[in-house]
């Protein structure tokens, strides 16, 4: 007899037959897949210009203060001297000038914009506010002190963190690395991340269509979102229905991969193997199925050196459990500190259908009316459609309980672009 302890719940299933017929919730599958996201990554140091998708393992602080001398926000001229009406210029300065002058009272200089300002200057003027006069000018408003004068370490002071740990590196915070002339990081190593697909009616783009079959669409779907979010996917291939062939292919993967991810064979079918193959391989299940729609047949598995994602075969159910259990995974194994859904709030502005026995996530045609995310239902959302994705922005929860809701009922929504940034 197997025994399967669920971890983060208090359910305990004494064999495999009763634990596939119990249906987890969101949050506490959700909890359970997070709780095992520790893949012991090692800490390596890289060129800023091969960070990118990288996430910090240190904090980054500000070697000096910036700006670190006393700089013009505008071109213009650095004056000494308030209430005055006229001053006499005294010398030009270019932005890479080196300004060591002490400037009297009645005195100004031009300078450039970024261009290093006299310690004692009131003020820098701009150029078009002013009338120039051969070797003065004439200023006839009022101005407050320090006006247009960036301060020393107004923007960061030596010491000060301008990048936290556990930051994913993107190409914002990748220039600001630049900008404050930071050549080298320390970062985690990235999960490698493994992927195939199962089923003998699976075609790959570009092969001839045959009837009753169906082009590879979450080899796609897998390949993409890995990508964007700043990891390598490795593709193995489509293995067909066979168990042999499946166990074969989960203990090579299993040698070389933190992160293993397949789609269909998990289901309760005749040639749905996996789940088969990982309890003869000794792999502890740790979620079997939730109470999700669409795709309630996920699979998740440990073993010593890898974790498994049991995917459902249909694109629609796919993507959903991506979106709504692997994606935070996956950020929260690269220790990234933000890899919790970003839920917003969007108001239904068309009628909803779903059975009070599930949690739904619908897929949700987005727009931004009036400030706020209003929701509408495509043409289907029949869990063997998916043409009407390319419409889609994003899904709609409603609980289990809700059932059939109309417009105006507000719930919460998941946009496919926040999650994936």
């Known amino acids: 007899m197997i025994i399967t302890v669920i971890k983060g719940t208090n359910i305990r299933k004494e064999n495999i ?3 596939r017929g119990y249906m987890l919730k969101f949050e506490e599958a959700k909890k359970i897949i997070l709780n095992n996201a520790n893949l012991g990554l090692q800490e390596t140091s890289v060129e800023l210009k091969n960070s990118i998708g990288m996430v910090l393992s240190r904090d980054i602080y500000s070697n ?19 209430n005055l009406t006229e001053y006499k210029i005294v010398n030009t300065y270019t932005i890479v000038d080196s300004v060591d002058i002490t400037l009297g009272d009645g005195e100004a200089v031009f300078v450039m914009t970024g261009g290093v ?17 051969a070797n003065k000018i004439r200023f006839n408003k009022a101005f407050k002190k320090k006006e247009n004068i960036n301060e ?27 900008y404050a002339g930071v050549s080298k990081i320390d970062v985690f190593e990235k ?7 199962t089923g003998d009616e699976i075609l790959e783009i570009g092969s001839k269509y045959k009837p009753g ?16 979010l700043g990891v390598d996917a490795y593709f193995y291939g489509n293995i067909k229905d066979n168990e042999e062939e499946i166990s074969n292919t989960l203990k090579k993967l299993s040698k070389n991969y933190d992160i ?21 391989q000794n792999y502890e299940i740790i979620v079997n199925k939730t109470s999700i729609k669409p795709g309630s047949p996920l699979m998740v598995a440990k073993s010593e050196t890898s974790v498994i994602f049991g995917l459902p075969g249909y694109p629609s159910a796919f993507l959903t459990n991506f979106f709504l259990y692997f994606i935070p995974y996956l950020k929260k194994a690269m220790k990234r500190e933000d890899f919790d859904h970003k839920f917003v709030k969007g108001v239904l ?73």
């Open 117 to 133: 300002v006299p310690k004692n200057a009131d003020a820098v003027l701009r150029i078009e506010d002013c009338e120039v006069l």
């Open 17 to 19: 037959e009763e634990l």
């Open 349 to 421: 502005k068309s009628k909803m259908h779903s059975k009070k026995s599930a949690d739904y996530f619908n897929r949700a045609v987005v727009k931004v009316e009036d400030g706020n995310f209003s929701v509408y239902s495509p043409n289907s959302q029949k869990t063997s459609h998916f043409l009407n994705f390319a419409h889609c922005s994003g899904l709609f929860r409603l609980k289990e309980g809700v059932g059939d809701v109309e417009e105006g009922f507000s719930g919460e929504l998941l946009l496919f672009d926040l999650e994936l940034s």
């Open 260 to 280: 293993i991810a397949t789609s269909g064979g998990i289901s309760m079918g005749k040639y749905d193997f996996v789940k088969k193959i990982l309890n003869k």
């Open 213 to 228: 079959y169906i082009y590879n669409t979450n080899r796609y779907i897998f390949e993409t979102v890995v990508h964007r």
């Open 191 to 197: 999960p490698k991340v493994a992927f195939f697909t």
């Open 152 to 178: 020393v370490g107004e923007e960061a002071a030596k010491g000060e963190v301008i990048a936290k740990a556990n930051t994913q590196i993107n190409e914002i915070l990748f220039s600001v690395l630049a």
């Open 64 to 82: 000096r203060n910036f700006p670190d001398l006393y700089k013009s926000a505008v071109d213009g001229l650095a004056v000494k001297g308030e």
